[in-house]
């Protein structure tokens, strides 16, 4: 498991090896702008998908889980699997219902 120290050091490195990299200050600037630029663009795409996303994944999940109860042997393993499919739906029943509230009420 990597430490404080560990990470800062690894970040201060990158910076330092980023920094040389470059002719300029104004270089640096200009690579470090490009860098922050990927990172707000990959941002606002995960904005982007929201809600439609999640409740996807969450039927994703629910699906998954009905088919290792359909797959199993076991009993207990069988209730496991469908008490998590039910927790998987009634998510995506929340986000579904709140999406449908937000686009009737304007928010």
């Given amino acids: 498991m990597m430490t404080t120290k560990t990470i800062g050091a690894a970040l201060a490195l990158a910076t330092v090896l980023s920094l040389s990299a470059c002719n300029t200050v104004n270089g640096a600037g200009k690579d470090l702008k490009s860098a922050g630029s990927a990172i707000s663009d990959a941002s606002g795409e995960k904005k982007k998908k ?3 996303a999640m409740e996807s994944y969450y ?3 629910a699906a998954s889980c009905a088919r290792e ?3 199993t042997q076991l009993s207990q393993v ?3 699997y469908r008490r998590s499919e039910e927790a998987w ?6 986000i579904a ?3 449908a509230f937000k686009a009737t009420n304007g928010t």
């Fill in 50 to 52: 929201g809600p439609d």
């Fill in 59 to 61: 039927r994703e999940q």
């Fill in 69 to 71: 109860a359909a797959a």
């Fill in 78 to 80: 069988r209730d496991r």
């Fill in 89 to 94: 739906l009634a998510m995506a029943d929340r």
């Fill in 97 to 99: 219902r709140t999406a």
